[in-house]
Each structure stands twice: as C-alpha cells, then as structure tokens.
C-alpha cells in the first residue's frame, strides 16, 4: 500500500514562509508526477502545484505562480512546496497526491491522482 505523509504546515504571519514536505512509501517514485492540493473551510479542493516524474515541468495554480515553487528529490522519495510570501487566502489543508500510473487527465486535475496524503494544516494570519 502507498502511504503518503505530509510535513511542514504551521501557522505563520502575512509575508511569512514554510516548506511542505511529502514522503512517500513507493519504490518507483521517480516514475509519477506528484501533486499538491489545498482545501479551504467551506470551499473545495484546488490543485496548487505539480512536479512531473523527472522535474523538468512543473504547473502552478495562478493564485501562487510567482511565490510557491514545487521540487523533488527522487532519490529521497520526497516532493517539496516551498510557499513564501504568504497571504491569508492561502490557509488551508495541503495535501500531496500521487498519479495514476497511467491518466488522460492533466497533472493539474485532482483525476490525475490516486494516492492522498493524510493533510497538513497551514494557516497565515493577517
């Protein structure tokens, strides 16, 4: 079974930084594009960021193009989410996903993932 475990949230001030981090339990995951997902009180899921298996494409949400910047490293099995210059709206829990082995969708659709992590809670004040 693929286990996924998210690290790294925290509440932090406007302007402020942290750095997700996300685990994961699979011996071929240089193979996936991984994901990272957000979900507000009351409001639905979103797609923030996505890492394709080797690094060299990724895709941002337009909300956070310019202040997040998704990466990994293979060789620790482990997608990071670096968020810097903070703003309340982006509160939420974070989670990381991992793709199907094989989708139509596109790696910013939440279809593009089979595998979730547990969440982390992130929250900015103002």
């Known amino acids: 079974q693929v286990q996924l475990v998210e690290s790294g949230g925290g509440l932090v001030q406007a302007g402020g930084s942290l750095r997700l981090s996300c685990t994961v339990s699979?011996?071929?995951?240089?193979?996936?594009?991984m994901g990272w997902f957000r979900q507000a009180p009351g409001k639905e899921r979103e797609f923030v960021a996505a890492?394709?298996?080797?690094?060299?494409?990724?895709y941002y949400a337009g909300s956070v193009k310019g202040r997040f910047t998704i990466s990994r490293d293979n060789a620790k099995n482990t997608v990071y989410l670096q968020m810097n210059s903070l703003k309340p709206e982006d509160t939420g829990v974070y989670y990381c996903?991992?793709?199907?082995?094989?989708?139509?969708?596109?790696?910013?659709?939440?279809?593009?993932?089979?595998?979730w992590g547990q969440g982390t809670q992130v929250t900015v004040s103002s």
């Open positions: 996903a991992r793709s199907k082995p094989v989708s139509l969708a596109a790696p910013t659709s939440s279809d593009n993932y089979d595998y």
């Open positions: 699979e011996r071929t995951f240089s193979s996936y594009t």
């Open positions: 890492i394709k298996r080797s690094g060299g494409s990724t």
